[in-house]
């Protein structure tokens, strides 16, 4: 199992997660 | 009791579980009823106590009336909902809560691998300001963009360990 591919995946995965997040609280406030 | 007592009494029950109607509807049925209590009095020609009785329990239990509209649903009634909504927008949209939960999934994801991102996830959970259908999605992209290629490698390593043995 690559581990640099976690190193990279998990990052990816939580930043789009946070991304899909932020993005929904902002659109309610409009 | 008297007969106007007796309407009185009716209406006030009608209106005290009509609560859950918006105030325009719940006047209106009001209206309505009262209307037809009259109508129905007038149709019978008389206005004493036992007739008054009569008609009232023809139309049922004030509740009853109120349940049979058929917009009235269980929980806070819409127009309730709809000052909430008003009365949201003065609430900030970023608490503590979901700004830890916003860093941990991003800065915490670089900085503590694996465990920063769980942490977040959790706190996102935790938080009031998002819904339910927006944290299923956010943990849905983790599990599709992290989970899932992790377990598909691991099943490739697993039938390339085995193959190979």
Sequence with gaps: MDIDLIRVLLPLAAIAAAIFLVVALARRRR | ?165
């Design chain 2, 1 to 165: 009791m008297e007969a106007d007592e007796l309407i009185r009494d009716y209406i006030g029950r009608l209106e005290a579980a009509s609560w859950p109607l918006p105030p325009d509807r719940r006047a209106e049925l009001v209206g309505e009823v009262r209307e037809h209590i009259e109508t129905a009095l007038a149709e019978a020609g008389r206005r004493d106590a036992v007739t008054v009785h009569n008609v009232l329990e023809r139309l049922g239990r004030p509740e009853e009336i109120v349940s049979s509209e058929a917009d009235v649903e269980p929980g806070p009634p819409r127009w309730v909902d709809a000052r909430l909504a008003d009365a949201a927008v003065s609430i900030p949209a970023w608490g503590g809560l979901e700004i830890a939960a916003v860093l941990l999934l991003t800065v915490g994801a670089v900085l503590l691998p694996l465990f920063g991102p769980a942490l977040g996830l959790v706190l996102v959970w935790l938080s009031t300001r998002w819904t339910t259908r927006e944290k299923v999605i956010a943990s849905v992209i983790v599990v599709v963009i992290f989970v899932l290629p992790v377990l598909g490698l691991l099943a490739v390593d697993g039938t390339a360990g085995a193959s190979s043995s």
